[in-house]
């Protein structure tokens, strides 16, 4: 079946402006990450959405990220005013639920450039 | 807390050799999953495998295998027979219930670089 998607793949911006970064899920994962990755470095967790509940936001690194997730299945991430030290690859991951053995699947992200 | 260390920032293995990365993890909880992804300059994350605390044998898949040491924390991934494409960055991750919060933790991750 189709893995996850994000889009766009790349997006270049201007300092101050506001950026949407979308994720489509692998049908039927009710887990839904958000993570960044500045260059040469690890992963960054930002958010995660499951099922119904109220999304985990402890990752968020300012209250000009933020994220939604509609009808359980597609996710958005909006930069606000964006900075340089925004610059990073997004990456989306989905699971089938939040136990410990379910695997996370990832997108092949977007490269977020802030100038 | 949870926590991932990988200690090789960079490795490097000649074709059609064998080669061992290192993972150490802490954590609490007695159940928990560690994971270990390929991530190619395209920057996608590949899923690899994965290895359960309860799971009585070490987990293969191919020419990956996990080399699961429970009283040593260590799991290691052993890729056997190296090819030009295994060149990437590796990352092992942890998931357990800790706190409620099941947020996997990646590792910094180590540079693989197999030479011809």
Known sequence: GAGVSQSPSN?????GKDVEL?????????????????????????????????PDKSGLPSDRFSAE????????????????EDSA???????????????QYFGPGTRLTVL | AQKITQTQPGMFVQEKEAVTLDCTYDTSDPSYGLFWYKQPS????????????YDQQNATEGRYSLNFQKARKSANLVIS???????AMYFCAMRAASGGSYIPTFGRGTSLIVHP
């Open chain 2, 42 to 53: 395209s920057g996608e994350m590949i899923f690899l495998i994965y290895q359960g605390s």
């Open chain 1, 11 to 15: 997006k270049v911006t201007e300092k």
């Open chain 2, 81 to 87: 027979a190296s090819q030009l494409g295994d060149s």
């Open chain 1, 69 to 84: 997730r509609t009808g359980g299945s597609v996710s958005t991430l909006t930069i606000q005013r964006t900075q340089q």
């Open chain 1, 22 to 54: 979308r994720c489509d899920p692998i049908s039927g994962h009710t887990a839904l990450y958000w993570y960044r990755q500045s260059l040469g470095q690890g992963l960054e967790f930002l958010i995660y959405f499951q099922g119904n509940s109220a």
């Open chain 1, 89 to 103: 690859v997004y990456l989306c991951a989905s699971s089938r639920d939040i136990h410990v053995g379910d695997t």
